[in-house]
Each structure stands twice: as C-alpha cells, then as structure tokens.
C-alpha cells in the first residue's frame, strides 16, 4: 500500500519538473504510509516518479515551495521497484532486534581509490557479522555508495552522506563506521548499533575526521555500559565544545535507565573532568564546572553538587549574580538536609528574582530548620497561588509551622522515629493527625506514612485539607498509598459508594501529578549570546 500524488501538465518543456509547496511535501511525509509523487504529461503519454523523501530533499527550507526534478521514468519494473522498497519499509517498521542485512556497494571513483574504499568496508563488514554481502531475501537490504565527494548509506528510504576521505582504508573505515552507527540508531536498531559502535571504540580517536553531531550516534549506543560509552565519547571529541551535543551525551546516560547510578556517576565524572581541564579560559571552566554540579544534583548526589557549584562560583564569580545558581544551590542544601545553608541560598535567590515557587522553599527549609514562626507566615503567603501543586504543599506545611511551633516539647520536623514515638502519646486522632502528616513529609515517599495521614485527614480535617493531603501522597509515592488507605477504609463501609467522594478527589491528583511537567535533566552552558538552559525529559 501506498499513497499517489498526480501532478500533469500539458506543458512538455515541463515534463521533468514540476513546482510543489513545500508544506504539501512535509505533509506526504508525514503520512502513515509512503508516497510517490507522479509526474504525467499529456502529449508524450509518459510517467515520471520519485519518493515522498527524494522530493523533500529537494526542498530548500525556508522557501516555500521547490522546483521538484523527476528523474525516474516510469517502465515496466518500475511496480517491482516499488514493491521491494515497499517490504523493506514494512521490514524497517517492525524493528526486529538482531536483524541481518545483507550489503549492496556501488562505486562512482577510479580504480586507486576503489581499492581503499573496499578494503575499508571490507574489514569493517568482517567485524559485524550481522552483515552480509550480496542480495538475500531473508535479510534487510542496505546499500553503501562511493563517489569522489561523499560516501552515502542508504536504508530504506532514508539515506545518510558522508564527507569522503579516501586518504587511508582506516579514516574510510572511521567514517563507515560512525556513520553506519548513526543509520541503525536511527532506524531504531539499537542492539546492532551498539555493536557497531564498539567497532568504532576499536578504532581509537576519530574527532579529526568525524562530525561529532555525527558520531553521537554511536556513543549513546553504548550507553547501556556508561564508561565504555564515555571512552568512546572521548575519542570521539564530544568533550571538546561544551554545547548541546556535549550535554545531549551527559543527558542520554542519566535518562538510559540501564545501568547502575553509581556506574552512571562515574562514567560521567570521567567525561567532564577531561573537558574542564580542556577549557581554554577560566570562564568557560567554571560554566563546565557548573554543568557538572547540575549532574551531580540530578544523580542526588548533593555533597559532590555543592563541592562543584563552589568550584563553579570561584572560577565564573558571575554566578553570585544569578537566582538560578542560588536556587539551585539551595535545592542542593535542602536536599542534603543542609536546611540552615538553605535558608541563606534561597534568601539570597528572592532578593535577586522574588517568585511564588522560592518563596515556598525558603519556607519549606525554614521548618525543617526549626524557624517555625517565620516558615509560617512565609508558607501562608504562597498558600492560594495559581499552581495547585505548590499551594497545597504550602498550606499543609503552613499548618505544621504552626503545630510546631505551638509546644516546645514537639520532637523534630526533621526525625520520622521521634514524630512516631511522640504520636503514640497521643490520644486522639485529632491530635495524632498533624503528626502523623510531618512524619510522611519528613519521610518524603512513605507509602504507609502517607496513607494513614489521608485516612486520618479525611476523619479529623475535612474534605479541603484531605484533597491537599491525597494530592501531596500522590506526588510523593503514586497510587500506591491511597490504595493502602481504601483498602483498609472498605470493610468499614456499608457500600463501596460510600467512598465515591475520596475516589473522585484520588482520580483528581492522579490527573494533576500525571498532566504536571516531569523533573527534566538540566544543564546550564555558556555560549557567546549568554548562558543557555538545555533541558531532557526523564
């Protein structure tokens, strides 16, 4: 199956040619299935055709429309054509892991030169034996071109061009390699990129001949096993220029999810520490230094955070000047349970940029603190801001300032034991609620802890304090702990209606934490128009 765009004229001067809207390009393309735009004219009866992506790469962005050069005539092996590209996409959608090809090569040089370039691909293809040379039926058919300018890796109906370097069979083989990495990474077959990519580990440093947009590709192949794919970033130049690709690599081995934290740290540390040392000016280290500590607080490994964020701030003491560094900083602080250092970072952060959301964190590290007087007013002002999220946390933390800071015997907001133990003093649930509430803050994700403070906010509090409650459990620890507390809550209902009101207010939460932005991965690099913020997704 596939879709037909008919363009006639009349016109023979025109019968190779047409014009076409480049947004009616981009829109076959983005069609489920494939295209072929057909070109017919009417005084010579003939047919002529390309692809939907050999049109588009004749579109030359930001114009909007291209002069589209039909270089195919249409004949009788043309649908035999277009059935075999049609199974290999349909092979190509499937994305079998541990798919075989098999390699087709054209050569458009002289002999000297064919000779390199085979030699080239010939080891290559002998250490990947997932590759075969000639036509099989059985495997996914590629084919890598030569011609005095550049190497092209076709795949389907995409193609990758290469600069052409024919000095030695191994800068040939450097760039086959890489470029062939990118191409399966692409395609989505990561296992055989991954391989690929350990063929061009083997063959040392490449970054004076390979683009590093390029051979990205191959290092986060190799992410699963996070030191080998910073080797072979290091061999690939990534480190060299702190810009979207060096951050891009940092990001992929935080976000691959297949590897140890502690393995991940250090792949990473071995990754930076190469570039600051590489720096060319005391600025641009401490902007590296800085992207480093940004790492370090998205692996929780806060001390480390806190060591490079100082390193950072002495080397570029334009930071001190920025709320973003004492934000973070103060994330940093309070994470580490370092409240009193917090305090002072976001302090610092309100009176370079005042926001609703560090306003809320000085007030969250000033209870942790013990500074529960002055946490609750500052709590109190950020209790009915526009993020839902934020003003629930706000007024049930505004309550806990004051429930402290009523009795000089309560324990610490900062011990869980110490709050368990003073609540089995208590006689009331009433009284027991406010407690058991500092105590699942204080554990920060405990599903227990969480749900009996939703039961208990829902017999002693209210139905307002009880969606805050539900909302800040599910931020903490997903469904998890008002499944606990529904469980336990049903035998004491007559009828399951009965909790009808808990259920709506629990889908409620799943829908605000579910629809609120995930935490991404950041970093901070300093280019010449300023610092600019790069974020990924987790």
Same mark, same amino acid.
């Given at each position: ?102 390699? +087709?090569? *054209?050569? !458009?040089?002289?002999?000297? =030169?064919? &000779?390199?370039?085979?030699?080239? $691909? #010939? ?97 986060? +192949?190799? *992410?699963? !096993?996070?030191?080998?794919? =910073?080797? &072979?970033?290091?061999?690939?130049? $990534? #480190? ?99 409240? *009193? ?198």
């Amino acid at each position: 199956m596939f879709y037909v765009q008919l363009k006639a004229t009349d016109d023979i001067e025109r019968e190779q040619k047409t014009s076409m809207e480049v947004d009616r390009i981009s829109y076959l393309q983005g069609l489920e299935l494939p295209a072929v735009v057909v070109r017919y004219c009417s005084p010579t009866g003939r047919l002529f055709w390309v692809w939907d992506f050999e049109a588009a790469s004749q579109a030359t962005p930001p114009a909007k429309s291209a002069t589209i050069a039909f270089a195919n005539e249409w004949t009788g092996d043309t649908p035999n054509e277009l059935s075999r590209l049609l199974r290999v996409l349909r092979r190509l959608g499937e994305r079998r892991q541990n798919e075989r090809f098999s390699l +087709a090569t *054209r050569y !458009d040089v002289g002999y000297s =030169t064919q &000779l390199i370039a085979s030699q080239a $691909l #010939h080891e290559m293809a002998g250490q990947l034996p997932f590759i075969r040379y000639g036509e099989d039926e059985t495997r996914l058919p590629f084919e890598i071109s030569f011609s005095l300018d550049r190497l092209r890796i076709t795949l389907g109906r995409g193609y990758l061009d290469l600069p052409a370097n024919y000095e030695s069979p191994a800068e040939v083989r450097k760039t086959l390699a890489y470029g062939l990495a990118a191409v399966l990474m692409r395609a989505g077959f990561s296992d055989r990129a991954a391989t690929t990519a350990n063929y061009c580990l083997s063959l040392g440093d490449a970054y004076t001949t390979i683009r590093r947009e390029l051979s990205i590709y191959a290092c986060i +192949a190799l *992410r699963g !096993d996070p030191l080998k794919a =910073t080797r &072979l970033a290091i061999h690939a130049g $990534l #480190h060299h220029q702190q810009d979207e690709i060096f951050v891009a690599f940092t990001a992929e081995l935080n976000t691959g999810g297949s590897a140890e934290r502690s393995e991940v740290a250090k792949a990473i540390e071995e990754y930076y520490l190469p570039a600051i040392n590489l720096a060319p000016t005391l600025e641009s280290r401490g902007s590296i230094m800085y992207s480093l500590g940004n790492v370090r607080y998205n692996n929780d490994e806060h001390a480390k955070a806190v060591a490079a964020y100082n390193s950072a701030r002495k080397l570029r003491p334009e930071y001190m000047k920025s709320d973003y560094f004492f934000r973070e900083l103060g994330g940093t602080f309070y994470n580490a349970r370092k409240f *009193r250092w917090a305090v002072s970072a976001y302090r610092r952060a309100l009176e370079l940029t005042p926001d609703s959301e560090t306003i809320f964190c000085l007030g969250d590290a000033l209870l942790y603190n013990g500074d529960f007087k002055e946490a609750s007013s500052i709590l109190a002002s950020v209790a009915d801001v526009e993020s839902v999220s934020l003003s629930a946390n706000a007024r049930l933390k505004w309550g806990l300032a004051d429930w402290f800071s009523e009795s000089g015997d309560r324990p610490s907001p900062r011990n869980v034991d110490e709050i368990l133990q003073y609540t089995n003093e208590l006689d009331t649930q009433e009284k027991k609620f406010p407690a058991i509430l500092a105590s699942a803050f204080a554990s920060r994700n405990d599903s227990f802890l969480w749900s009996w403070a939703i039961h208990l906010s829902v017999v002693t509090a209210g139905i307002s304090i009880a969606a805050d409650v539900v909302l800040c459990a599910q931020e903490a620890c997903g469904s998890e702990a008002y499944a606990m507390c529904r469980e336990r809550a049903l035998p004491l209902m007559e009828d399951e209606t009965d909790l009808k009101q808990l259920d709506d207010l629990h889908m409620e939460a799943q829908g605000l934490v579910a629809s609120a932005p995930r935490r991404p991965f950041l970093a901070r690099v300093l280019a010449a128009e300023g610092t600019r913020v790069l974020e990924k997704l987790v």
